[in-house]
Every structure is written in structure tokens, then in C-alpha cells.
């Protein structure tokens, strides 16, 4: 089984602005950042394996951020920003490149910083109690 390395390129802090009828993503004086992964398939990169991998690089690790990922693709006229929200866009961004096989830069917003919740034990449907005061196996079976 052959691997192969799917190079990356991205950067944050900026920020969109129109240009006419396109959009065009407007760096600051920061630097672009750099992931390459080693992978059988591309369908291996997924949505959050690639903001993990993102939060990594930017020493915010473990990922307790909450990232905007998008890009302007190279061959789409008018210039619009496309978004990934799922591994069907990480899909599409990974292999949408222009004839020169160039990929565009992936742009990245720091939303905000989320909390990490402790996972406690948690109830199942039947025993949780309805906003009413029953609970729900009460309801399923016909009980007031």
C-alpha cells in the first residue's frame, strides 16, 4: 500500500474584505504556517483530525479553540469564501486545485475559547425527567 503526503499551507489572524463582486482574504503581517500528512487516501484527513492538527501547530494544544476554517478556491469565479464544516468540504478543499495542481491557502479564525467540560456520568433517555416533572418511560407507557 503506497502513502503519500498531502502538504497543507495556512494562516490566521486576518481577515475577508470585498473587492467588487469577489472577496479576497486580507493577511497581516503574520506568517504562514505549514502540516504535512502522511495518508493512504485522502478520505483519512478529516474535519477534526485537520483543526487537531491545526490547533497543534499553533501551540494551542489540546484544542480548546474554536476555529473558522474556509478558503477562496483558485478556480471559482466570482472569488467567494467557502467554508469547511464537514469532512465532505475537508474533501473537496484537499483536492480542488488549479491546473498548476496548486491548492489555495486555508484561511483560519480563533472564534473563541470553549470550555472543557468534564464528561460525567450521564442518564439515559428513559430515566432523565421531562420539563414537566415525569420522566420519560413514565410517558412511553401512558403514566401521569
Not at 114 to 121: F, N
Request: with cysteine; proline share 4%.
Amino acid at each position: 500500500m503506497g502513502y503519500f503526503s498531502t502538504n497543507i499551507h495556512f494562516d490566521n489572524d486576518e481577515h475577508y474584505a470585498k473587492s467588487g463582486d469577489d472577496y479576497e482574504w486580507i493577511p497581516s503581517e503574520g506568517h504562514l504556517y505549514a502540516i504535512s500528512v502522511k495518508t493512504s487516501s485522502l478520505d483519512e484527513i478529516t474535519y477534526s483530525f485537520l483543526k487537531e492538527r491545526i490547533c497543534k501547530k499553533m501551540t494551542h494544544f489540546p484544542c480548546t479553540k474554536s476555529l473558522k476554517l474556509s478558503y477562496i478556491p483558485l478556480v471559482v469565479e466570482p472569488k467567494r469564501q467557502t467554508c469547511i464544516l464537514d469532512d465532505e468540504d475537508v474533501f473537496v478543499y484537499l483536492t480542488l486545485v488549479d491546473k498548476q495542481e496548486r491548492r489555495s491557502i486555508l484561511h483560519v479564525e480563533v472564534i473563541e475559547e470553549m470550555e472543557i467540560v468534564p464528561i460525567t456520568e450521564q442518564q439515559s433517555r428513559v430515566e432523565k425527567e421531562s420539563s414537566y416533572g415525569g420522566n420519560y418511560s413514565e410517558l412511553v407507557i401512558g403514566l401521569p
